[in-house]
């Protein structure tokens, strides 16, 4: 089971931030992030999410439940899709809920990913995160050295701009 370990937080100057700390910077890109309605099930009610990833090439994503944790943690399946899925989902019911765009500057830092998002209606956050929750302290820790903690929060980009 793959998880999604992580904590964001607003960083005005992220990337220079993120590079001062010696990160690798991997890469910067445009999301496009379309989520969607289930046609039987609420998923605010059940805090599931799933949203197609348009960078060019496309990706579904789905994400499970939030785990009681003081980061984030949910279970996270994510694949390559074609070009076509929007139909498929409409064909069987899904609707389209909200699309939220950004651009992402992805760097590694130790076992941590490291991303500064610009996203479009919030600003610049910064995002560390892992795929284990034993990197709790470390994802402390980095939001410590980038000067942002005790802004870091568990929401979403959609519960943030209230979507």
Known sequence: MALEVELKAPCPGARQKVEALGAKFIGTETQ??????????????????LRLRNTGALRMTYKG????S????????EFIVPEEAHEFLSLLGF???????KIRSTYRLDSLT????????????????SVSES???????????????GKETTKSYSELLGL
Do not use: Q
């Open 135 to 149: 990197d709790n302290e470390r994802i402390m820790e980095v939001l410590e050295r980038l000067g942002v903690r």
């Open 95 to 101: 609707k389209e809920a909200f699309t939220i765009r």
């Open 65 to 68: 439940p939030k785990k009681k």
């Open 114 to 129: 490291v991303c500064c998002d610009i996203v479009e209606g919030l600003g610049e956050y910064v995002e560390v995160e």
């Open 32 to 49: 496009e992030d379309t989520y969607f309605r289930h046609p039987c099930r609420d998923f605010k009610k059940t805090d599931e999410a």
């Open 70 to 77: 003081n980061l984030k943690v949910r279970r996270e399946i």
